[in-house]
Structure formats: C-alpha cells, structure tokens
C-alpha cells in the first residue's frame, strides 16, 4: 500500500504547479538518493553550511551562498541579516529591533502574502509608489534597513526594474534584498538579480529545481552579508533556529542544484509545449469552453501552460463545481484557480482555470484532458 494511503491520504495528479499546498515538486530519484546517504552521518552542522554555500556559489558563479530551509525562510534569514549582521547577540534579540534599522521599503506593486516573513523577524514596511525619486526619499528616511524587491507572477502592478532599483538604493547606502522563488526557467536566473545589483536573493529548491519541498537558496553579492545569513539561521540560536534545514535537506538541495545547471533546458521546452498541446485538443472544442496557451506574467517560471474559462449558463457547471469535481473524482485531479480574489495584481486575467505541464508524470496529461473535457461537457 502507498505510503500516504496507509494514513489515509490520497494522493492527487498535480496539473496545478509547483504550489506549496500540494507540496511543491517531485524530487529527482538522485536527490531522493543523496538524502538517504546524508541521513546516515553525522555532521557539524556549521561546517555543512558553509561547505554546501561554497559548493552552490562555485555552480552557480556568484560570490556566496547560504543554504537555508524555504524561500519563506530565506527571506526572514535575508531581512535579519540585514538587521543584525554578524552579531550573535545581535540575532538573538530579533524579533526585538531596539537600537537597529528595522524599515523596509518596498513597492505597492511588490506586496503580497508572502513578505509576512519580513514582519516575522521585526521588520516593518514602507510601501510607495513605483517612482524613482520617492524610493530616494523612503531611503533616507530614519531606521530604513533596505529594500525588498519581489518578482512573482502575480505581481502584475507598476513597477521599477531592479537595476534602477539597486542604484538608487545603493546610492543611498542601503542593500536590497529580493524574493525570486518561483523565477526559474530561464537557468539565467539565478545569476541575473546578482548581475542586476541584487545584494541578496532567494529561491525556492522545491519548485523547478526540483529539491526538497523544504529547502531554498539564498544567493549573495557580499561573502560577509552571506555569512551573516548564516549566524542568523539555525544550527545558532536566532530566528532562523526554527526554520532550519536539516543535512538531508542541504545536501539534497545541492544535488538538485548541480542536476538543474546540467539539464537539456531545450528538450524541457519541448516536453511542456507537447503536452500543452494535448489538453488544449481536448478541450478547446467545447461549447461555451475558451483555452489557450499562456505564459507566466514577468521574467520567470517560464512555462507554457492552459488556461481555461468557460460561460457557466452554457457548460452548465461554475468554478467551484468544476475544481471540486475534477479533485473528489479517481484520480484526483488538482488545478489552479486563479480569480480576483487570489491576488489583488491578479484582476485583469478573469476567472480561469490553470493547468500546468510539468508537474505531470509521463502520461498524466491524456488523464487530465480526458477528465477535465468530460466533465465540462457533462453538467
């Protein structure tokens, strides 16, 4: 029996991407293969950090590196850094910012669900407007930190390019620290922020790179700003103490790392056109049924996938009852729904579903076109 069924868990097909409530990716059997060996060691955990930092730096071609446990966390260990450097005492008075910058300006069009990680170890935002002169002027203001810059695709707002961003702020004095889980592919990516000035960014080893669902990588310009990273992150008491990654994790996503930067990006491509196709057959000759191809808004995760919508007095089902089908059915199907209520940048798309390619097993698109145009066409 399935391990999950044991628990009384069924498992699901996953057409709805590399989401977190549907556990993010499925790791390569060689990062499965290089936790199972770390899990059979001990280790200095302090020593492994900085060892697996050095490793993910060489591959990827920036300054440092710092292994941490989500993109969440890397953001919470990027902003304490920030705020208390390399002072252990420092770190552990976090979340208490008495006597340390504390502001982070970011822009309107930036905000989201996810800079709660930012709050979590002290900080407070400043939001403005995306214009260059009141950015300069935020800066200046007392107890700023730095910035915090995100780029996701629901992230659809005005906004300034991070290269304007980065000099202004560095003009001023200030790092600026970036939220890029989800902006791979393009591979480019992962060095991009860092050329474009970026002090530190972080990306999610659970999504494209395909790690544990329970990892990130934090990326920096400044070897002493990485390390500072590090005394705030466990095994050191700090507020990363609780987000802490464990061997298994570090090594995996390291190994998923060095498998990302060797892979045929191309024959990918190829792969997620190919089965876009297939659901687009299946269900772009229904009645009343709009789909199309789509691409990501933004710079990253730059895969094609389906978007569908349909007029509910034509197919006869709404939303809610077409998701609900599709997940209660055998297989469970999951997709994302993406309506005005999902992300307040989000509204100009309209009410659709999402399918995406690459978190389909071989041959999991037939199901999911079968199913998905059955029940459209069946009320």
């Known amino acids: 029996m399935d391990v999950y069924q044991e628990l009384g868990v069924e498992p699901i097909i996953n057409a709805a991407g590399t989401l977190t409530r549907m556990s993010g990716s499925i790791m390569h059997p060689q990062v499965v293969d290089a936790m199972v060996a770390a899990s059979k060691h001990f280790v200095m955990m302090n020593e492994l950090h900085e060892a697996a930092g050095r490793r993910v730096a060489e591959l990827i071609g920036v300054p440092a590196a710092h292994v941490c446990a989500c993109a969440t966390a890397g953001i919470a260990i990027m902003a304490a850094a920030v705020m208390a450097g390399n002072d252990p005492l420092r770190a552990r008075q976090l979340p208490d910012t008495d006597g340390m910058a504390d502001g982070w300006v970011a822009l309107e069009a930036h905000r989201n669900p996810f800079d709660q990680a930012v709050r979590l170890v002290g900080g407070r935002f400043v939001g403005i407007e995306s214009d260059a002169e009141k950015l300069r002027q935020a800066l200046a203001g007392d107890r700023i930190a730095g910035v915090f810059f995100t780029f996701s695709w629901f992230n659809t707002g005005t906004t300034l390019p991070l290269s304007q961003v980065t000099a202004i702020a560095h003009e001023m004095g200030k790092p600026v620290i970036v939220d890029a889980a989800a902006e791979i592919p393009p591979v480019e990516h992962l060095r991009r922020f860092i050329d474009e000035g970026a002090d530190l960014v972080t990306f999610s080893g659970g999504k494209a790179l395909c790690g544990p669902q329970a990892s990130s990588v934090i990326l920096g310009a400044d070897p002493v700003l990485v390390a500072a990273c590090a005394v705030n992150d466990g095994p050191n008491m700090s507020v990363g103490r609780g987000m802490k990654a464990g061997k298994e994790e570090i090594m995996g996503v390291v190994k998923a790392i060095e498998l990302y930067l060797s892979r045929d990006h191309a024959a990918d491509q190829t792969l997620w056109e190919d089965r876009v196709s297939v659901l687009l057959t299946a269900v772009g000759q229904i009645d009343g049924v709009e789909a199309w191809r789509q691409m990501p808004h933004g710079l990253g995760q730059q895969i094609p996938h389906v978007a569908v919508r349909w007029e509910v007095a034509v197919v006869g089902m709404s939303y809610a009852e077409v998701i609900e089908e599709l997940l209660q059915g055998s297989p469970r199907i999951a997709v994302q729904f993406i309506?005005?209520?999902?992300?307040?940048?989000?509204?100009?798309?309209?009410?659709?579903?999402?399918?995406?390619?690459?978190?389909?097993?071989?041959?999991?698109?037939?199901v999911v076109a079968a199913r998905l145009a059955a029940v459209l066409s069946t009320p």
Do not use: W
């Open 339 to 366: 309506n005005e209520a999902v992300y307040r940048f989000a509204r100009d798309t309209g009410p659709q579903i999402r399918l995406h390619p690459h978190t389909l097993a071989e041959g999991e698109e037939n």
